[in-house]
């Protein structure tokens, strides 16, 4: 069973960064595609990006093309989402989410995650 757990969400002034991980503790996102999903409130569920378990691959919805960045941490057990430039309407609860050996074809859609973390909150307001 893989337990994501993601961190480094907060409340930030538009035009700002902040720095999202998806991390496990005991064992290895590797093998898995990781996709970062949104969701605001009132608002379904939102594909952001996601990279590939080669780690070759990496998409991005076009709302966020330029300012966002998925990378993978040199340890293999955290995946990033660097977000610079970030507008109100990137606000929401940003969720990290694995695929077995995925890569990312169908990374819009929630269905082809098997494991999910519980969720970090972005807010962007001046």
């Known amino acids: 069973q893989l337990r994501l757990v993601e961190s480094g969400g907060g409340s930030v002034q538009p035009g700002g960064s902040l720095q999202l991980s998806c991390s496990v503790d005991?064992?290895?996102?590797?093998?898995?595609?990781i996709g970062w999903f949104r969701q605001a409130p009132g608002k379904e569920r939102e594909a952001v990006s996601c990279?590939?378990?080669?780690?070759?691959?990496?998409v991005y919805a076009d709302s966020v093309k330029g300012r966002f960045t998925i990378s993978a941490g040199n340890a293999e057990n955290t995946v990033y989402l660097q977000m610079n430039n970030l507008k109100p309407e990137d606000s929401g609860i940003y969720y990290c989410?694995?695929?077995?050996?995925?890569?990312?074809?169908?990374?819009?859609?929630?269905?082809?995650?098997?494991?999910w973390g519980r969720g970090t909150q972005v807010t962007v307001s001046s």
């Open positions: 005991e064992l290895t996102l590797k093998h898995y595609a």
């Open positions: 990279v590939s378990t080669s780690r070759t691959i990496s």
């Open positions: 989410a694995a695929d077995f050996v995925g890569r990312c074809e169908d990374w819009e859609r929630s269905d082809p995650f098997d494991y």
